[in-house]
């Protein structure tokens, strides 16, 4: 079946260095891609919708220029978060839609960051 | 605001027990609705979703839901449970219920769910 691969699985990185999240689709071209923050105990929480050759739509709350987003391919979007603070720290998840049937979606493992 | 709610945050129960995951959602327009199962160390699976027709729909795992328009609702049933079905269940809601927008879910908190031996 489809995969979409979220690299790294977990990172930790010093306050004010910024870290880069891949999300691939292995076997399938995603033109849009959705990124999600979760904290403990909460919801995943729609932070952006990538779309690729063009900029990414942020929702309400989501700051674009801490959170930058590029999906300059059919398989490919990174998620930036500049200047890491220890309030960055959650787990981030991405999800690829695949183009050839608007009802496949496929989910990446999630990556943890922790901010110190 | 737009809204998805899961009852239960944890739950723990025996094998070949019933299990039944509520979700209920705030919208008020059309819905898409989902429920993914996370096992520990895998990626989100999709195990049924909801457009339209049958509101009894069944998915992969011998698990069914039931969508409840008036009640908003859309819980996760399984008759018998084992002891693979521990994960962690997330019911997500599409509220643009648009092609277009498909893939833009309000997820619910989860509920992870134990089966004892």
């Known amino acids: 079946g489809a995969v979409v691969s979220q690299h790294p699985s977990r990172v930790i990185c010093k306050s004010g260095t910024s870290v880069k999240i891949e999300c691939r689709s292995l076997?399938?071209?995603?033109?849009?891609m959705f990124w999600y923050r979760q904290f403990p105990k909460q919801s995943l929480m729609l932070m952006a919708t990538?779309?690729?050759?063009?900029?990414?739509?942020?929702e309400q709350g989501v700051e674009k220029d801490k959170f930058l987003i590029n999906h300059a391919s059919l398989t490919l979007s990174t998620l930036t978060v500049t200047s890491a603070h220890p309030e960055d720290s959650s787990f981030y998840i991405c999800?690829?839609?695949?183009?050839?049937?608007?009802?496949?979606?496929?989910f990446g493992s999630g990556t943890q960051l922790s901010v110190l | 605001a737009q809204s998805v709610s899961q009852h239960n945050h944890h739950v723990i129960l025996s094998e070949a027990a019933s299990l039944e995951l509520g979700c209920n959602y705030s919208?008020?327009?059309?819905?898409?609705l989902f429920w993914y199962v996370q096992y520990p160390g895998q990626h989100l699976q999709l195990l049924l979703k909801?457009?339209?027709?049958?509101?009894l729909v069944k998915g992969i795992k011998g698990f069914e839901a039931e969508f409840i328009k008036s009640k908003f609702s859309f819980n996760l049933r399984k008759p018998s449970v084992q002891w693979s079905d521990t994960a962690e269940y997330f019911c997500?809601?599409?509220?643009?219920?648009?092609?277009?927008?498909?893939?833009?879910?309000?997820f619910g908190a989860g509920t992870q769910v134990v089966v004892t031996p």
């Open positions: 999800s690829a839609r695949d183009q050839q049937g608007a009802e496949k979606l496929f």
């Open positions: 076997d399938f071209q995603a033109t849009t």
């Open positions: 990538s779309n690729e050759g063009s900029k990414a739509t942020y």
């Open positions: 919208y008020g327009g059309t819905v898409n």
């Open positions: 909801y457009f339209s027709g049958d509101p």
């Open positions: 997500a809601v599409n509220a643009e219920g648009t092609t277009d927008s498909w893939g833009k879910l309000q």
